[in-house]
């Protein structure tokens, strides 16, 4: 196989990718199961979220709870888009992540915080 400046290119972005996504990933957020109680979220993250957003939108009760990521505690970690929203409605765990609640809040025209460049 003849190895190309476009070949090369490509797998040192894959690599970078994967390091940069390494980085961000929780372990914790593997465990989680949609549909299991708010309670058990708590348990499986190990402690309790560092913010939680509710909201009431159309008899739905719409909980945006904030994890810093795991092993973080500094100033920078707790900022929004750096901690790990896990939401939960009318009790349940309907999903995680920033792709989840960015989708789940705009369907409710909740204002989240803006994406970092």
Request: with cysteine; glycine share 10%.
């Amino acid at each position: 196989m003849r190895v190309t400046f476009g070949r090369c290119a490509w797998i040192v972005a894959c690599g970078v990718v994967g390091v940069l996504s390494c980085e961000r990933s929780d372990t914790r957020l593997e465990s989680l199961t949609a549909g299991i109680s708010k309670d058990s979220v708590t348990t499986i993250m190990g402690e309790a979220p560092k913010r939680v957003d509710p909201y009431l939108i159309a008899g739905q009760y719409i909980e945006a709870m904030y994890y810093p990521r795991a092993g973080k505690s500094d100033a920078e970690s707790v900022k929004d888009r750096n901690m790990s929203p896990v939401v939960v409605i009318n009790g349940k765990l309907a999903g995680w992540g920033w792709d989840f609640w960015d989708s789940t809040a705009g369907t409710h025209k909740i204002r989240v915080a803006a994406k970092q460049e």
